[in-house]
């Protein structure tokens, strides 16, 4: 057996199934149609069950589908995404262009040229502990803002506004790119239930139909009755 229970092989393998589908067909057919001889309303109340678990089986598709696609863009789309969402936030912390580049004074400098050096200086300072307590590369799950080791610049900017605001858009953009690929990460993640769900799911609908097959006999076999 490629798997290590009977259910999962019957549900896992299209051939098994479709004997199963045949089985189930031959069963309900001897049982309902020619054994218990249903008659017309009980058919109708028939509709209820074949229906009911046709709808459990499509729920379990559903989140089969949803577990698939989850997976795919997470791979695909998601983690390239936040991969790139968390780089630039590092790299704008670390290295952003003109922040900490030495600064000498001019004859065409403005009067604040020193208070202008002087937060310059310390938004570099203050940037570079920051991104020295986040890792160069997430590897593994990315986590959410607040425990990569990013914290607030902590000062506001009179001079280098733009900076300040670059971090804080950049460190938005990774908190709600890190929240979709969490929810990715967490659909593509099925709970026992689920996984039950997504096991029972093929045999669900091969019974539904085999009992609608069975259905349509039934009601020709009535009829003819008639």
């Known amino acids: 057996m490629r798997y290590d229970t009977i259910i999962e092989e019957l549900s896992a393998r299209p051939l098994y199934l479709f004997a199963v589908f045949l089985l189930l067909l031959l069963v309900l057919h001897l049982v309902l149609v020619f054994w218990i001889k249903l008659g017309d309303k009980a058919w109708k109340r028939m509709d209820y069950v074949w229906l009911g ?60 040229f020193d208070q202008m050096v002087e937060e310059q200086q310390a938004l570099c300072k203050r940037a570079k502990e920051i991104a020295a307590k986040m890792p160069l590369r997430i590897t593994g799950v990315f986590p959410p803002l607040e425990q990569t080791g990013f914290e607030s610049l902590g000062q506001d900017a009179k001079y280098e506004t733009w900076f300040v605001s670059e971090v804080s858009r950049t460190a938005e953009q990774y908190r709600q790119q890190q929240k979709r690929y969490a929810e990715l990460l967490d659909a593509g993640t099925l709970s026992g239930g689920e996984e039950m769900m997504t096991i029972l799911g093929p045999l669900l609908l091969a019974f539904a139909l085999a009992l609608r097959v069975t259905k349509v006999t039934g009601d020709i076999r009535n009829t003819r009755i008639k």
Request: overall charge positive.
């Open 53 to 112: 678990t046709a709808i459990l089986g499509l729920l379990a598709a559903s989140a089969q589908a949803d577990r698939f696609l989850s997976k795919r863009y997470l791979e695909n789309f998601e983690r390239p995404r936040t991969e790139t969402a968390y780089q630039l936030l590092r790299s704008t912390l670390d290295s952003y262009p003109a922040l900490c580049a030495p600064r000498h004074r001019s004859s065409a400098s403005p009067p604040d």
